[in-house]
């Protein structure tokens, strides 16, 4: 399958943090969910994909092609949408799109004007007055008027009514009936991945723990709650993290069928969201968390 964006073995050193041996792949036509803690290294990945630092060791891909060798013939096929904006606050939004414009050889006006109609974009409202919502609108919609294939998303949704998120969502599902373009989706939102990601990415301390289909994810990940009494008879049940409370505990296992076969009506057996699996997952394997 043809590989829109490949990172094999990139370490990046910095004072105190390091990304350790990032290895990940995102074929045409999916969305990568990628998520972890604050810190984790989600940031600093991304902004070694777009070139803006220097990767130590490693090798990035993007369209097939080396994303600093390549670097203008790569990034005028990447949208970027990002939390924050970096718009002239003072312009409005279509002096913004004016300044923006030639910097793309592929940009497509009719294009814009179709995606500015579709978002209800004031085209004459300065930026500075856009809602949180409306800026980010703004963004996609020029990430999109240049035919970008690669969108890559930082916390798009952050702050965002559940109203505007779902409907940016929605965007993105549209987006992506053209199996040509993916979309690269760093969130802390979870519940936004469950809704449109088909594969979850998850760094930790930067390192790649996790990185599978999301609907493996939540087909056999489990939730499992019980008395501490279990706990200290089933010390081989390999959890992915544990915790307990003044009740029991609960714990994240990663085999829900072979627990429910094994251990039957012992233990309450519940799904797992995507949530409960970057929790517990970044606590660590074997981690013991007191939570009186």
């Not at 803006?52 to 994303?67: C, P, S, T, Y």
């Not at 990447?78 to 799109?97: C, R, W």
């Not at 996609?140 to 952050?158: G, W, Y």
């Not at 979309?183 to 760094?203: C, G, N, R, W």
Request: with cysteine; net charge neutral.
């Amino acid at each position: 399958m043809d590989k829109i964006l490949e990172l094999v073995n990139i370490s990046k050193q910095y004072n105190g943090f390091s990304l350790k041996n990032i290895n990940m792949s995102l074929d045409r036509g999916y969305v990568m969910g990628f998520i972890g803690p604050n810190g984790a290294g989600k940031s600093t990945t991304i902004k070694l994909i777009m070139n803006l630092i220097r990767k130590d060791n490693g090798q990035i891909k993007v369209f097939g092609l080396d994303h600093e060798k390549e670097e203008i013939k790569v990034k005028e096929r990447i949208g970027f949408v990002y939390d924050e904006n970096h718009f002239y606050e003072e312009l409005t939004v279509q002096e913004m799109k004016n300044i923006i414009r030639p910097f793309y050889k592929r940009w497509d006006e009719q294009m814009f004007i179709k995606y500015a109609k579709e978002f209800n974009l004031p085209l004459k409202k300065q930026i500075k007055h856009l809602s949180k919502g409306m800026k980010m609108k703004f963004s996609l919609a020029i990430a999109l008027s240049h035919h970008a294939e690669l969108l890559i998303m930082d916390e798009p949704t952050s702050g965002l009514d559940p109203l505007v998120r779902s409907e940016l969502l929605g965007i993105l599902r549209t987006l992506l009936e053209d199996e040509n373009k993916a979309v690269f989706f760093s969130t802390h939102i979870t519940s936004d991945l469950e809704k449109i990601a088909d594969f979850i990415t998850i760094i930790n301390n930067g390192e790649i723990i996790l990185s599978k289909p999301k609907d493996d994810l939540l087909d056999h990940y489990c939730i499992v709650k019980g008395s501490k009494e279990f706990l200290k008879n089933e010390r081989d049940v390999s959890f992915i993290g544990v915790e307990e409370n003044k009740f029991g505990f609960k714990a994240l296992h990663n085999n829900r069928t072979e627990l429910v076969k094994y251990f039957g009506k012992s233990v309450v057996i519940e799904k797992a969201t995507l949530e409960d699996i970057l929790l517990f997952s970044t606590k660590g394997s074997g981690d013991y968390v007191s939570s009186h």
